[in-house]
């Protein structure tokens, strides 16, 4: 896949407010300071497109841009950051989860796993849940280009090992790195044949959130 344009359309906090769920969209999300946006911006071939930061927890809404006019990517905030109030987090968790179970157009989440870590706890949490509400997902281990690919796939066959305790089958995963533009092709392959499967959902009422 080649990609030709990618546009912010909208950032957000309420489902009800996104754009029509009339095109197929990949949500990407990890812990913060995980390199979510880097990864973005080097899938898309712009560097500012998403918003980086040395200051974790900075995306706080649901930022949706448009690709090749065709579909979405969707930056979602990340889990596990603390230093914000208790009642600011839990706001952010319900709009994740609301976003998550009932976007209709949803066909896949990227999980970003940091490859230079051995498995972390809220990870694995986080994939088990995603497992539980049977939302299809797909696990992109991030900052490959910061160590050895040795220590890459150590680490990489320890997560996939520990999922196994509750997964019969692994998710998808690929190894990728925003400096270097690893995994770019991959991951946009990927995207591309789940693409070719994408039915149009069809529109219900639903309350706002």
């Given amino acids: 896949m080649i990609i030709k344009s990618a546009t912010f359309i909208c950032s957000n906090t309420k489902v009800s407010a996104l754009p029509p769920p009339n095109m197929p969209e990949y949500a990407f999300i990890g812990r913060s300071n995980v390199g979510k946006s880097s990864l973005i911006n080097m899938l898309v071939n712009q560097h500012g497109l998403a918003k980086t930061s040395q200051r974790p927890g900075k995306t706080q809404l649901i930022n949706h841009f448009l690709i090749n006019e065709k579909w979405y990517i969707v930056d979602l905030p990340g889990y596990g950051y603390a230093k914000v109030s208790k009642s600011s987090r839990e706001n952010w968790e319900k709009f994740i989860r609301n976003y998550i179970t009932k976007r209709e157009s949803l066909q896949c989440v990227f999980v970003l796993i940091d490859s230079r870590l051995e498995p972390q706890k809220i990870d694995l949490e986080f994939c088990c849940w995603m497992g539980e509400i049977q939302i299809p997902f797909a696990l992109l281990f991030t900052k490959a280009d910061k160590q050895s690919s040795a220590k890459t796939d150590k680490n990489v066959a320890a997560f996939k090992k520990a999922l196994k305790g509750w997964f019969e089958e692994i998710p ?32 219900t009422p639903k309350e706002e959130l």
């Fill in 172 to 203: 998808p995963y690929m190894v990728t790195s925003a400096e270097k533009g690893q995994g770019k092709d991959e991951v946009l392959q990927f995207i591309e044949e789940v693409n070719q499967d994408f039915v149009m959902p069809v529109f």
